[in-house]
């Protein structure tokens, strides 16, 4: 049984453990750091995916131990075909500190090739970038601006079985306008935050052992309604919550447990999500470029672009949400 957290509360007590577990609709778990048992050893990872219908972004920040990286792919809709690059540093001496606070602080970031800032305010996000010899044939350059909008975020709080000071804290937010530019090559890419959505997937954990991670996300609109999916497998004991739901006007709809099939040595055939009693019945089919998936390849991360077909049935809506020809994508990643 998930069970819903309504209240504040920190995500330590204080002998370090994790003792409330769950989900939540807004940003009730306090991240308080400093009272873990495994301070200085967290992950950290803030994702922002961009759409429009006709392009897409997907831009990742990571801290994993040691490890720095920053993952950026842009998808052309339209026209078929990915561009994608990454920065990774294997030996991160400085640890280049990702904002906690969702309406303050900043992320700067500069080499040689890469100048990157990630700027939180209470109205939403400033993303911007500047990527020379992106993919290592272009430049990129992109400058957004995000807007909060009403409605519910998906907040999940898990500790693992055997040991609990090991955590992993997830911030699914599928409420963001975007309004901009996206250059990459001589192609430019025109954002209107009447058009154009995003959402943010903030994590924070700590693990005893390694985890390879799928989800399945959409960010659009149906029916005059912004409808966003979040499926994810699991990480760390998920018997209170875990990450799969869905969105539709801005409200959270919980998932169950979802089985999920596929071939991962051929990602250019679909795969099939199900829970329950046809209550999710959900087929992702890749875009498909030259016989083989529409993807980007980014070290131990991989975005597949494609559409989805199916229904989702649930008891709060008055008729099953129809995702039939739904821009999607589905995420491979090892942390």
Known sequence: ??????????????????????????????????????????GERDCYFVNNGEVSLYLSVENLGLEFAVKIAVADLRRGGVISDF???KINLIKNELPEAGDNGEFL???????????????????KCDFIDFAGIKNLYFSLVLKKTAGDSLNELAPF?????YFYLKRFVPKFTAEGVIRVGGLEYSLNENTARAYFDWTRFSKPRHHNYQRLS??????????????????????????NCFFVGGSIFKLSNINVKGTPKRLDRPFYFQ???????ITFKPFTVGGSAMMANMASTSVI??????????????????LDNAQAHLIFTEF
Request: charged share 25%; hydrophobic share 30%.
């Open 275 to 281: 829970g329950g009693t046809s209550a999710v019945d």
């Open 109 to 127: 970031y500069s080499d040689k090739r890469l100048q990157l800032q990630l700027t939180n305010t209470p109205q939403g996000r400033f993303l």
């Open 87 to 89: 920065l990774l540093k």
């Open 161 to 165: 079985e055997r040991n609990r000071k």
């Open 305 to 322: 672009f494609g559409r989805l077909y199916g229904t989702i049935h649930n008891v709060n809506l008055p008729e099953p949400l129809i």
């Open 1 to 42: 049984m998930q069970r819903e957290i309504t209240t504040t509360c920190d995500v330590f007590e204080k002998n370090g453990e994790v003792q409330q577990a769950g989900w939540a609709r807004s940003s009730v778990f306090r991240y308080n750091e400093e009272q873990s048992r495994t301070r200085g050893k967290h």
């Open 218 to 243: 959409a960010d659009c609109v149906i029916g005059g309604q912004r409808v966003a999916l979040c499926l994810a497998s699991r990480v760390g004991d998920n018997r209170f919550g875990n990450e």
